[in-house]
């Protein structure tokens, strides 16, 4: 490996050899600011001395250069001196440097050892003098121990003593905090339970609370039950005050006897063999209830504390007993129950229950914390209120349902009810459906529909949900249950009917399809849609609508859309009223599709009234002979028949389905879906034709794409712009009318393959019966075999246009 040589200094060893890679030496060179010429391993020094002698004259120099090296070396010789001295006096230096840090580390090393000796002669000193405070810390805390407790004990022993004398002289009020005191010293000696003593007097303390709840319920108990009036109604109050430091259970029993004693006249007043407890007589039970209320508060209410809710345990005890005893009297004398009178038991109990809710609402029966314990004032003796049907609260209410929940088992009478009476209504209406179709056009259109003008919606439709409305209202109150979903049963049956017996029977010439038409609805939806379908084909001799019947038709569009929408709010009143486990079982998409079936059909029936009127100027223009046109001119007359029709037709039909645009909008989709390939096909049969006579036909074409591109807005002062649906529709079709006349005016001769190629170009939808038609049009006599090369032909080029549509 190529490399330098170093020789160190003579006085640093033996001489060492170091080799370097040549891109360190070149590296060293770089840094070095290059190197002489001299020091390079290709010196050449023949060659020097050539380039600086290069002739004889040269040579008179010699002594010269010589000097100049001779200068130079003595320079080299004194800097290397120079350098291996200074680097001698730098080595003795860096020794005295070291020797000098060696010396300071021992110096900071007996320092912190130094520090480290008076650090533990200091924790020394700190630990004796802080052991004695440590040991009269101990000693304080033992003896603050001790002191508290001999006074807690101090406390216990007289104190129970006291609660003796007190509790013997019925001092109740002086007794409270001396007891509650001595609960907490019991509570602070829960640690000693192994001392007899204190066991001793634990044991004292609680046969004095047990003899005081004793003493307490004795005392009510002989108020009350008059057999003893030495104990006075302040002394229960204070009473009352004793009960509740004492434990719950004693204030449980007292509560529940007392409340059992209040309601015990009730009970007798109202049991099952007297009259009085029978469904007609019920408001007598809840007029019973508040008088006690409002006697018990005026006479007691000062005994018992505000925290205790009182009036509310007996209210909603009451309200427990009178549901138990109302639900066995229902099931024992079931047969005796009738609608009437269970609507009147339903109702005095849901107006009883909402003035519970007003009443007590706020409280909270689970506690007994006296922020929450302040009553309303009292509103029980305003008997006018009663009548009030005030919704509770949406959040609901504890109160309402608590007594009339007994009633749900025989909510199915009241939904039979309902569906007598909704039968009862639908056969009004079904009657002034009949009454309409058999009588006069115009005056039955006036009594059939709303005052509102043509088009408007049937007054019966706003009849039939203002019921389901009260129906759902009232039901809702009464039960979230089974009868909701019976309920919504109903609205599905009559809905169903409603659009079978009275929507179908109001469409013009229905008469004869309306029996079929009340069972296919019975039935079930499809017969209604098929007898709307046999309407639509099965007219023996076809005639226009006049502008009743065309009324009619769109008043019951209208009518549908008003129950289509309705029906969608029903059902989710219907999903917000019933309880969550019974949501989803109700579902009124059947019958929201039976509307939208209606309102498509009656949409057909206007379509195909408007082609009725356009059918005879289709016949016209397969007439003309396009054979003889010699020049083209204005459109057509049977364009101008055909435009008339529909400025005569389309502003009416506009004007009565002002409120329902959309589906005027289909409408004139729909027509332009079902005329215009009509139109088509009267095209193809307009042959032969020659090519003025496609010129004028292809005129006419564009004239009627411009009278249909503006139907929607034809006949109206106020032009809006068509929707764009539709416009793509027409824009669609009729180009495809052009585009066949443009294939009839092209040229055959000569290139049936390029005919082929435009004609798949064109129309690449198009099928070989359509391009057999074109063929027709154009009246080309080809012979079997040319026929069946250019079926060939249309096939693959189809072929490959729909392969390349599908990439």
């Known amino acids: 490996m190529d490399s330098n040589e170093i020789l160190d200094d003579k006085d640093s060893g033996p001489e060492v050899q170091m080799n370097f890679p040549s891109s360190v030496m070149s590296r060293i060179e770089e840094l070095m600011g290059g190197t002489e010429q001299f020091d390079s391993d290709e010196f050449d020094a023949v060659a020097y001395i050539n380039r600086v002698f290069p002739t004889e004259q040269s040579l008179s120099g010699v002594e010269t250069a010589a000097a100049r090296c001779e200068f130079r070396l003595a320079s080299v010789q004194h800097d290397i001196q120079r350098l291996v001295r200074e680097q001698a006096a730098q080595r003795d230096a860096g020794q005295e440097a070291l020797l000098d840090a060696q010396r300071c580390i021992a110096e900071l090393a007996l320092q912190v050892a130094d520090i480290n000796k008076k650090a533990e002669r200091s924790e020394t000193m700190v630990r004796e003098i802080t052991a004695e405070i440590k040991q009269l810390d101990c000693a304080k805390w033992n003896l603050t121990a001790a002191i508290t407790a001999l006074n807690h004990l101090h ?92 434990d719950p259970k004693v204030k449980k029993e007292l509560l529940n006897w007392f409340i059992s004693m209040q309601l015990q006249e009730y009970q007798h007043l109202f049991s099952a063999e007297q009259e009085c407890a029978w469904l007609s007589h ?108 005030d919704d509770v609260p949406a959040g609901g209410s504890p109160w309402v349902g608590l007594i009339g929940g007994c009633f749900e088992p025989y909510l199915s009478l009241y939904i039979t009810s309902l569906d007598t009476s909704l039968r009862s209504l639908m056969d009004t209406f079904i009657q002034d ?74 469409l013009p010439r229905a008469g004869a399809a309306l029996s079929l038409g009340a069972l296919g609805s019975a039935a079930g939806m499809p017969s209604l849609v098929t007898n709307l379908h046999t309407l639509l084909r099965d007219d023996a001799t076809p005639t226009r609508y006049t502008k009743q019947e065309i009324a009619k038709i769109t008043s019951v569009i209208t009518t549908s859309e008003y129950c289509l929408e309705t029906t969608i709010h029903l059902e989710q009143k219907l999903k917000e009223k019933v309880a969550p486990a019974l949501a989803d079982k109700i ?127 034809i006949g109206s002062e106020v032009k809006r712009q068509a929707p764009a649906t539709y416009t793509k529709v027409v824009i669609k079709l009729m180009t495809k009318a052009e585009m066949i006349l443009k294939l009839v005016m092209a040229p055959l001769d000569g290139n049936l393959e ?33 026929m069946s090369s250019l079926d060939a032909l249309f096939k693959d080029f189809s072929k490959s246009v729909n392969n390349e549509g599908g990439k």
């Not at 391009?771 to 049009?777: A, C, I, Q, R």
């Open 155 to 246: 406390m216990l022993a007289g104190g129970a003593a006291t609660l003796r004398g007190l509790a013997q002289r019925r001092q109740y009020k002086e007794l409270v905090l001396p007891l509650q005191a001595i609960m907490e010293v019991l509570q602070h000696f829960e640690s000693y339970r192994d001392i007899r003593e204190l066991n001793a007097l634990r044991d004292e303390v609680h046969t004095i609370r047990s003899q005081l709840a004793t003493q307490i319920l004795a005392d009510f108990k002989d108020a009350f039950t008059g057999s003893k009036s030495g104990v006075s109604q302040r002394t229960l109050a204070e009473a009352c005050g004793v009960v509740d430091a004492l």
């Open 282 to 389: 019920i408001e007598r039970r809840y007029a019973w209830l508040k008088k006690h209320l409002l006697s018990f508060e005026e006479s007691l209410g000062s005994v018992f504390p505000h925290a205790w809710l009182l009036s509310e345990r007996i209210a909603r005890q009451f309200c427990k007993i009178t549901r138990s005893e109302l639900t066995n009297i229902l099931s024992s004398r079931r047969n005796e129950v009738d609608v009437k009178l269970l609507l009147y038991a339903i109702q005095k109990t849901y107006n009883f229950e909402v003035l519970l809710h007003k009443r007590f609402v706020g409280t909270d029966f689970g506690t007994d914390n006296v922020d929450t314990a302040v009553e309303k004032q009292n509103s029980f003796d305003d008997d006018s209120k009663e009548s009030q049907t």
């Open 587 to 713: 579902d009124l998409v059947p019958e929201q599709d039976l509307f939208h079936k209606m309102i498509s059909n009656c949409i057909q029936l206007l379509v195909q009234d408007l082609e009725l009127a356009c059918e005879p100027a289709l016949q016209a223009m397969t007439k003309i002979s396009w054979l003889h046109f010699d020049n083209v001119g204005d459109q057509s007359s049977y364009v101008t028949q055909i435009i008339m029709h529909l400025k005569n037709t389309i502003p009416n039909l506009r004007d009565n389905l002002a409120s329902s645009r959309k589906y005027f909008t289909q409408f004139c989709i729909r027509f332009a879906n079902s005329f215009i390939p009509k139109f088509i096909q009267n095209v193809y049969k307009c042959k032969p034709i020659s090519t003025v006579g496609s010129e004028q036909l292809l005129l006419d074409t564009h004239m009627l794409k411009t009278a249909l591109l503006e139907l929607p807005s």
């Open 433 to 506: 459906a009949k009454s309409t179709d058999t009588g006069n056009t115009n005056s039955g259109a006036s009594s059939a529909i709303n005052g509102g003008g043509s088009g408007a919606v049937i007054a019966s439709c706003a009849d039939l949900f203002l019921f389901y409305k009260k129906c759902l209202v009232q039901c809702a109150r009464l039960t979230t249950g089974e009868p909701m979903l019976e309920l919504a049963g109903v609205f599905q049956k009559y809905l169903r009917e409603y659009a079978g017996s009275v929507l179908q029977a109001a």
């Open 754 to 786: 390029g005919f082929v190629a435009q004609f798949v170009q064109l129309l690449p939808e198009s099928t070989l019966a359509e391009f057999h038609k074109v063929l027709d049009m154009k009246g080309a006599k080809l012979s079997k075999v040319q």
